[in-house]
Each structure stands twice: as C-alpha cells, then as structure tokens.
C-alpha cells in the first residue's frame, strides 16, 4: 500500500514533471547563454564593445538561477536561500558589469550552475524515464504482444508467449512500484545540486564569503577616499600654493621699484597662504583630526557640531575609549552625515547621540535631522558610510521617508 501510495502521490508527478519542465527550459537558456557569452567575448576587442553582451548574459545566468530557486519550491517545496542582494555587486547603466561581478562568487556559481543544469538533467532522467517507460511497457505486454511483429516481444531469440507474458506484466508492475521511489530520489540528488551551487554556503563559508565582500568594499571605499583627497589637494590647496607662488613672484619683481605695489602682492599671497592652510588644515580633520587621537570622540564631534551650519545638539556618553579603528570610523560617518545634513536635507536642527558600552561592547551612533527625507541608502554617499561601517564589522541603517525625519544608526564592535 505504501508503495502503490507513492505511485498516485503528488509529490511523485510533480518530481516527474520538475525534471522534464526543467530540461527542456535548460536547453533553452543554456543555449541564450552561450550565444550571448560568445559574442560578447568576441566583440571585445572593438572598443569593449561586448561588455553590454556579456552583462547581458550573465544576468540572464542569475535570472535562471531564480527561476531554478522558485522551480524547486513549486515541485519540490525545497527552499533554496538566495544570495544576501547586498553582497552582490551591481551593474552600470543596467547591463555593464563592474569589475566587481567578475570576482563575485554568486556570479560563477549561478554560471557554472546554469552550464552543468542539462548534463546533470540528463544523467538524473535517463534512468528516471527509463524506469517509468519500461514499466509501463511490460505492464501493458499481455495486451498488445500477439499484435508485434513476429508474433510477439524477443528478447534477443527467446519470444515471449504464454506465460512469459504475464511474468513480464509482473515485472513492469514491480518496475512501476519502484519508480517513484527513484523519481523522488532522483529529486533530491536534484534539489542538493542546486543547494550547493544557488544556495547560500555553510555558516563557516558564508562567513568567509561574507569577509571577502567586505574586504572588497572597504578597498573600494579607501581607493575613494584616496582620490577624493587628491582631487581636494589638486583642485584646493595645490591651486592656492600656486596662486601663492606667482604672487611672491610678482612681488619679487617690484621691490625694487615700486614697493607699494610689491607690500599689496604680498598681502595678498599672505591671504592666499592663510586659505591654503585652512583647507589644508580642514582636509586633515575630515581624514583623521589630531583632537581625536588626543583627546577621543567627545572633542572631536563636539568640534564638527561647532562648525555645522546646522544646529547640533550634540550627546556624547563613552566612559571607556574604543579602539582607534572604531573611533575613526565613527568621526567618520558623523562628519559625512553633517555634511549632507547641511547639504541636501534642508533641517533646521539635528541631533547626534553617541553611546559607548566599553569593551567588548559597542558604540551606538544615532544622527537624525527634521529636514525633507528621502536619502537613499543605495546613494554613492550613504553607501559609502556603510562600506566604511561594514570593514569593522558594524552595521548601518538608514530610515528616511520622503518629508522626513532622517534617522542614521550605526552600531560598531568595540572588542
């Protein structure tokens, strides 16, 4: 009865129907695939002009393993946990892959998934069908044999007649009992192929994978800040020396004979040299402020509070010092929130809260404003807070409803 439960069950013809369904629609999108990674890889050379091609490919390979995840869901009721979207990196104008899809693990997985899905199909329903066919084959032979060519089924030279026949009906019924046990077995060898190509990775793996995306993000947001610092030396206090230079040049020139004329150049390069120590001077503390080395987070924010257009009301509670790292990266993302408070968000007032529960507790930042809302947390600036957030092993949150308020809490690690 058990065995003749499982031939009518569910579960059984959805399995059957999973395995078809599945090779005929993998053959589809493996082909797509490979004509799109084709071309893209030969329009290369002409002006990368298959970089969309291959993006274009390679989302199709995630799209697929989508699919493949709802698919084992529907036939199966198998749950195969997809990639945190997070970690996953992005494309530009929505088809150029960015140098970080090539080192995304999720992207080769899903690719080598989508590569081996008709081989695996194929050696998963040969024998699948295999068993169904000639079960059904044998169970039906009493009624259609003496209609064959040659009076009946050969095996080789032995003809099955008489009782042959019913022994052989026998066995096609065994061989139909048996069937969806294979069916089902044959899934679940399924559903842990794609498990261990679609599915996220084991706890100690996730982890790895998860230090590896940070690792990758916060490269990405030093090699920003480093450039970000060369283009304010470059388009600030490097123009200013310069302006200086030129004007003591001038100056040089006319002491001699028109000294009025030198004293006002020299005036002058000294307000120049004035400004270029006062950007010099402001691009040190947005990098790394002497104040917070020497004197911790409550002088140093209390300084960015001082010079916010924007009215701060500043609380600062960190009885015991964390290490530097988190103390960087927490003056950090006060002082880029500040800027874009008094940037883009239109407040009259903000409020920063920072909470410190000593090793190895956390640092609890909380910075709000009343302005207009609506900051994207998927913005380059906001994104870049969260970058910074994540190489200490913090996390970030952002709640900005469109007509505020903005609500920003980071909590950082202090062991």
């Known amino acids: 009865m058990f065995l003749i439960g499982d031939l009518t069950s569910a579960r059984t013809w959805l399995a059957l129907v999973s395995q078809l ?3 005929l629609f993998g053959w589809a999108v493996v082909t797509a695939v490979f004509v799109l990674l084709t071309v893209g890889i030969s329009l290369l050379p002409l002006a990368l002009a298959g970089l969309p091609v291959i993006g274009l ?11 493949e995840r709802a698919r084992f869901r529907f036939f199966l009721g198998a749950d195969i946990h997809k990639w945190p979207a997070a970690d996953r990196a992005g494309y530009r104008w929505w088809l150029i892959p960015r140098r970080r899809v090539y080192r995304d693990k999720a992207t080769w997985r899903e690719l080598g998934y989508l590569l081996a899905r008709v081989p695996v199909s194929c050696l998963l329903m040969t024998p699948t069908y295999f068993l169904w066919t000639a079960g059904l084959v044998l169970l039906a032979l009493p009624f259609y044999n003496a209609q064959l060519p040659g009076g009946g089924a050969h095996f080789g030279s032995f003809l099955l007649h ?5 022994y052989a009906s026998a066995a096609g ?4 009992l048996l069937a969806p046990q294979l069916t089902k077995g044959m899934a679940r060898i399924d559903a842990a192929f794609a498990h261990a190509l679609l599915g996220r990775p084991t706890d100690l793996a996730a982890r790895v994978t998860e230090l590896e995306t940070v690792r990758d993000r916060v490269v990405d947001a030093a090699e920003a800040e480093r450039r970000r610092i060369e283009r304010d030396l470059h388009d600030g206090a490097q123009q200013r020396l310069v302006a200086l230079a030129m004007e ?6 006319k002491f001699g004979d028109d000294v009025d004329a030198a004293a006002e150049l020299v005036d002058r390069a000294h307000a120049e040299a004035k400004a270029a120590l006062t950007e010099i001077r402001d691009l040190v503390r947005g990098v790394h402020p002497p104040v917070l080395t020497d004197r911790g987070l409550d002088a140093a924010l209390s300084g960015l509070a001082a010079r916010c257009p924007v009215p701060v009301d500043m609380r600062v509670e960190v009885p015991v010092r964390p290490r530097s790292a988190v103390e960087a990266v927490a003056y950090f993302v006060v002082a880029e929130a500040l800027t874009n408070i008094a940037k883009h968000a239109r407040a009259s007032s903000a409020r920063v809260v920072v909470e410190g529960y000593g090793y190895p507790g956390t640092l609890n930042i909380m910075i709000s404003d009343d302005g207009i809302g609506g900051a994207d947390p998927a913005g ?5 807070l969260a970058d910074r957030v994540a190489g200490v092993d913090g996390r970030l949150t952002v709640e900005s409803p469109s007509g505020g308020p903005t609500i920003i809490a980071v909590v950082l690690p202090c062991g």
Do not use: M
Not at 173 to 176: D, E, H, M, T, Y
Not at 248 to 253: D, I, S, V
């Open 57 to 67: 490919g390679l989302r199709v390979a995630t799209w697929y393993g989508a699919y």
């Open 248 to 253: 003591l040049g001038r100056a040089k020139a």
């Open 173 to 176: 019924a065994v061989l139909l």
């Open 21 to 23: 369904v599945d090779l």
């Open 162 to 166: 008489g009782s042959y026949t019913t």
């Open 380 to 384: 380059a600036g906001l994104r870049g």
